[in-house]
């Protein structure tokens, strides 16, 4: 594309597109939930946090490993819902390719523990942990390897961040993030309205309340690398957009009676 500006902003919102397209397959395997996932694919290409990583020609960092990330997640929840291993062996490449685009997606093996957790094991609290150690095992050795390397190349330091690592700053940074996320523009009244949401949907977020666990995984999660730095929420939320995404979804999905997973039971095949 040479030095032609308009190529590259194609370019970025291709991909920005390809992330909410694969999200939606990613909650459909879940959920089984068309209605759910297609509103949560259209929140996350709307919502005004993911503006600088679309519109900034080279924060398209992001976006990149979010494709392959939430490609190796629709390859993960297909591999587990319908027993079939060889999917699991592509979503590994996939993770390791999406680590090396940003770091940010070290997060992928906490991120894909919290899947099993939530919808594929069942039993008391130590044996679901151990049940879903065994299948993200894969994921997590992808991670150690990634900080190993980064640990060799650039000696631990980090730059270019004020950071803050004390217990309080983190509180605060994390609710920087969910009042960026929650709040658009950060006007009174959307807030107002996103509490009216709640409250009108509160039955459905109860009935679908491993969904919403997901949702709040992926918030808290994805933020988690970057909860020790100061006055970045608006940069870092791109993936836990998707958490916020998941989340109206769930409430503007009119069909509460649909089959979705919880902690005990499976998908219908």
Same mark, same amino acid.
């Given at each position: ?128 942990? #151990? ?5 993200? #095992? ?70 679908? #309340? ?60």
């Amino acid at each position: 594309m040479g030095s032609y500006a308009p190529g590259y902003h194609l370019t970025n919102l291709v991909l920005h597109a390809l992330v909410a397209v694969m999200a939606c397959l990613s909650l459909h395997a879940l959920t089984r939930d068309l209605q759910l996932s297609s509103l949560a694919a259209v929140a996350v290409l709307i919502h005004p946090i993911n503006h600088s990583r679309v519109m900034w020609i080279a924060a398209r960092d992001a976006t990149v490993a979010s494709v392959f990330l939430m490609t190796a997640l629709w390859l993960y929840v297909l591999s587990r819902r319908d027993a079939r291993p060889r999917l699991l062996l592509c979503a590994v490449p996939l993770s390791a390719l999406s680590v090396l685009a940003y770091e940010g997606a070290v997060i992928l093996p906490a991120l894909f523990f919290s899947v099993e957790w939530i919808f594929f094991s069942k039993g008391p609290f130590l044996r679901r942990m #151990a049940t879903a150690l065994r299948p993200t #095992a894969p994921f997590w050795m992808v991670a150690v390897l990634y900080v190993a390397i980064w640990q060799l190349v650039f000696a631990g330091q980090i730059g270019a961040y004020d950071l803050a690592p004390d217990a309080s700053s983190v509180a605060a940074n994390f609710g920087s993030l969910i009042y960026t996320l929650f709040w658009g523009h950060r006007r009174f009244l959307i807030g107002v309205a996103y509490v009216a949401l709640i409250a009108v949907c509160f039955r459905a977020l109860i009935a679908r #309340a491993s969904v919403v666990l997901l949702a709040a995984g992926f918030v808290i999660i994805s933020f988690l690398p970057y909860s020790f730095t100061e006055g970045f929420a608006h940069r870092f939320g791109y993936l836990g957009a998707l958490g916020f995404a998941i989340f109206i979804g769930t409430c503007l999905a009119e069909d509460y009676g649909c089959q979705t997973l919880s902690g005990a039971t499976a998908l219908p095949a």
